[in-house]
T-cell receptor, first 112, second 112 residues
Framework: QKEVEQDPGPLSVPEGAIVSLNCTYSNSAFQYFMWYRQYSRKGPELLMYTYSSGNKEDGRFTAQVDKSSKYISLFIRDSQPSDSATYLCAMSVNTGGFKTIFGAGTRLFVKA | EAQVTQNPRYLITVTGKKLTVTCSQNMNHEYMSWYRQDPGLGLRQIYYSMNVEVTDKGDVPEGYKVSRKEKRNFPLILESPSPNQTSLYFC???????????FGNGTRLTVT
């Protein structure tokens, strides 16, 4: 079983839709939770970063962490064609040094 | 501009021919890391470094070497590349372990 599970999609939605992306994890020691966006031929870029259960909002993006269920989500409101990308969840744990584990990524297509 | 620079962007080589992929960051970050990205597997950590002269294995270190002699540089060395090391490689840095990662734009390596 992978430490972090993420549905690879692809996920196709019409412009303006609300998008929900999810990851589950098995290691209760994970302390930091992140979402990255990756466009084709580019490196991942940070979207959201949090270290506690609950919601964090930034513009059209909301990150949700439920440590009791080992489940994190990213919601995108009013999705735009420019949101078409691969979204990666990531989690960090201190094992003496810090390791960051990524989900496989979900490909999102937003149709105009 | 704050950035992580990897070189080369594309590399084609033959089995057994030693190669080095360079990585440099200009943000005075303590933490640096190498990942490989493969379809369906997502980003997997190869090696990471918490600071100068401090390196440790990630999840897939076999066949790779790293060194951290200066804070800004973290080269990845493949002493005897094999075809199963054909992949997309990313270097990343962060202020400290567990902090959000800044990624380079990747190096696509093909080993024939």
């Amino acid at each position: 079983q992978k430490e972090v599970e993420q549905d690879p999609g692809p996920l196709s939605v019409p412009e303006g839709a609300i998008v929900s992306l999810n990851c589950t994890y098995s290691n209760s020691a994970f302390q930091y939770f992140m979402w990255y966006r990756q466009y084709s031929r580019k490196g991942p870029e940070l979207l959201m970063y949090t270290y506690s259960s609950g919601n964090k909002e930034d513009g059209r993006f909301t990150a949700q962490v439920d440590k009791s269920s080992k489940y994190i989500s990213l919601f995108i409101r009013d999705s735009q064609p420019s949101d078409s990308a691969t979204y990666l969840c990531a989690m960090s744990v201190n094992t003496g040094g810090f390791k960051t584990i990524f989900g496989a990524g979900t490909r999102l297509f937003v149709k105009a | 501009e704050a950035q992580v620079t990897q070189n080369p962007r594309y590399l084609i080589t033959v089995t057994g021919k030693k190669l080095t992929v360079t990585c440099s960051q200009n943000m005075n970050h303590e933490y640096m890391s190498w990942y490989r990205q493969d379809p369906g597997l997502g980003l997997r950590q190869i090696y990471y470094s918490m600071n100068v002269e401090v390196t440790d294995k990630g999840d897939v270190p076999e066949g790779y070497k790293v060194s951290r002699k200066e804070k800004r540089n973290f080269p990845l060395i493949l002493e005897s590349p094999s075809p199963n090391q054909t992949s997309l490689y990313f270097c990343a840095s962060s202020q400290a372990g567990g902090s959000p990662l800044h990624f380079g734009n990747g190096t696509r390596l093909t080993v024939t």
